[in-house]
Nanobody
Framework: QVQLVESGGGLVQAGGSLRLSCAAS????????MGWFRQAPGKEREFVAR????????DYADSVKVRFTISRDNAKNTVYLQMNSLKPEDTAVYSC????????????WGQGTQVTVSS
């Protein structure tokens, strides 16, 4: 079992930055991939970014590419999402998730952290 706790959300003006953190516990962190997702009010959850167990491979949704950076610190059991040049359309609840099977599915989810970008 893996427990995930996000932090770092908040209110920011358009053009600003935030860094989200997701602390993991329960399994060896360096053995599984991690992802960030978001869900805006009235919309379905969407993929934001993904990072491989070693951190050597990263993928992003087209809507956040260049502006967002996913990273991980396996010594601290933490994955990060650095968000720059934020836009009002980035407003959502952001959740991290763990893919222990490394097959593109995610078996464990955090509760999420709210990010609100004002115009």
């Amino acid at each position: 079992q893996v427990q995930l706790v996000e932090s770092g959300g908040g209110l920011v003006q358009a053009g600003g930055s935030l860094r989200l953190s997701c602390a993991a516990s329960g399994r060896t962190f360096s053995t599984y991939a991690m992802g960030w997702f978001r869900q805006a009010p009235g919309k379905e959850r969407e993929f934001v970014a993904r990072i491989s167990p070693s951190g050597g491979s990263r993928d992003y949704a087209d809507s956040v590419k260049v502006r967002f950076t996913i990273s991980r610190d396996n010594a601290k059991n933490t994955v990060y999402l650095q968000m720059n040049s934020l836009k009002p359309e980035d407003t959502a609840v952001y959740s991290c998730a763990a893919d222990l099977r490394y097959d593109g599915t995610y078996q464990h989810w955090g509760q999420g952290t709210q990010v609100t970008v004002s115009s």
